[in-house]
């Protein structure tokens, strides 16, 4: 079972990498922009990944919520700039 965990997270980080390396530049502020949404549904898996008993599963919750609100600002962060970019 854990191997077959891993393997999938191998595989969703060989894809992922592949496909955010494809994406022409000009996209790249439209999609961190659209992946906000994403990553506050990691936060609201992550939240529940700390209500579990495990030690294991707050540890890495702990993590998810902590990475996935790095992204959200950093989201949020993008967008205002390329936003004041249109601002006369």
């Known amino acids: 079972m854990v191997g077959e965990l891993i393997l999938v ?4 980080v060989f894809t992922g990498v592949e496909l955010i390396t494809k ?4 996209l790249h ?6 992946s906000n949404a ?5 936060i609201l898996g992550a939240l529940t990944c ?3 008993d495990s030690s ?3 540890y890495i919750g702990c993590a ?6 790095i992204n959200v600002v950093g989201g949020f ?5 390329m936003l004041k970019m249109f601002r006369r």
């Open 9 to 12: 997270f191998m595989l969703a």
């Open 23 to 26: 994406v022409p530049p000009t």
């Open 29 to 34: 502020t439209p999609l961190m922009s659209g």
């Open 77 to 81: 962060m993008v967008t205002d700039r």
């Open 56 to 58: 294991l599963a707050n």
């Open 64 to 69: 998810a919520v902590a990475l996935a609100t």
């Open 50 to 52: 700390v209500n579990y």
């Open 38 to 42: 994403i990553s506050g549904i990691t």
